[in-house]
T-cell receptor, first 115, second 107 residues
Framework: IAGITQAPTSQILAAGRRMTLRCTQDMRHNAMYWYRQDLGLGLRLIHYSNTAGTTGKGEVPDGYSVSRANTDDFPLTLASAVPSQTSVYFC??????????????FGPGTRLTVL | KNEVEQSPQNLTAQEGEFITINCSYSVGISALHWLQQHPGGGIVSLFMLSSGKKKHGRLIATINIQEKHSSLHITASHPRDSAVYICAVGNTDKLIFGTGTRLQVFP
């Protein structure tokens, strides 16, 4: 793989079900991020990780959890999906979390529909 | 009031026209980013700048730190430039995004 990948590409999910969105990067970037994108709103940060083993809450973390067991992977879990979590989810990574090197590289996105 | 405001929200142009998209922000920043989101949904970084001006092909980005304002210019626009252009500001270790400017360039 080259860059950053996400899976699945799209998913329809019944409310109340558990779902994990996968994100993998091969750039050895330290920082990774999960965003959601909704019509009329800018990208909003859900959770982030500045380095393997650490995570932090973003602007809209409720209903979501993440883990960062290693540098490459940053899965996002919806423990019990609700219709308001219908959105397009983007994973991103950057070499570091701040300073001049925080250009972010985005995955292709996962379109999630919760019914 | 949003911390990052873009204008216009929508923009249509004829092929060959000079395009300007504006971004104003109200927070302290370490850098400002311009991103492009294609109709298929993919997002790519165009520029990251903290002062002055950067140029890449037909794209030019400028920033005025004192006025907290940035512009993205496209010279000799082409239908393949049709996309959503997103401004984001780097604040500590996170990005704050504008809602984007949808550009359509017609032949």
């Amino acid at each position: 793989i080259a860059g950053i990948t996400q899976a699945p590409t799209s998913q329809i999910l019944a409310a109340g079900r558990r779902m994990t969105l996968r994100c993998t990067q091969d750039m050895r970037h330290n920082a990774m991020y999960w965003y959601r994108q909704d019509l009329g709103l800018g990208l909003r940060l859900i959770h982030y990780s500045n380095t393997a083993g650490t995570t932090g809450k973003g602007e809209v973390p409720d209903g979501y959890s993440v883990s960062r067991a290693n540098t490459d992977d940053f899965p996002l879990t919806l423990a019990s999906a609700v219709p308001s979590q219908t959105s397009v989810y983007f994973c991103a990574s950057s070499r570091t979390s701040g300073g001049p090197y925080n250009e972010q590289f985005f995955g292709p996105g996962t379109r999630l529909t919760v019914l | 009031k949003n911390e990052v405001e873009q204008s216009p929200q929508n923009l249509t142009a004829q092929e060959g026209e000079f395009i300007t998209i504006n971004c104003s922000y109200s927070v302290g920043i370490s850098a400002l980013h311009w991103l492009q989101q294609h109709p298929g949904g993919g997002i790519v970084s165009l520029f990251m700048l903290s002062s002055g001006k950067k140029k890449h092909g037909r794209l030019i980005a400028t920033i005025n730190i004192q006025e907290k304002h940035s512009s993205l210019h496209i010279t000799a626009s082409h239908p393949r430039d049709s996309a959503v252009y997103i401004c984001a500001v780097g604040n500590t270790d996170k990005l704050i995004f504008g809602t984007g400017t949808r550009l359509q360039v017609f032949p």
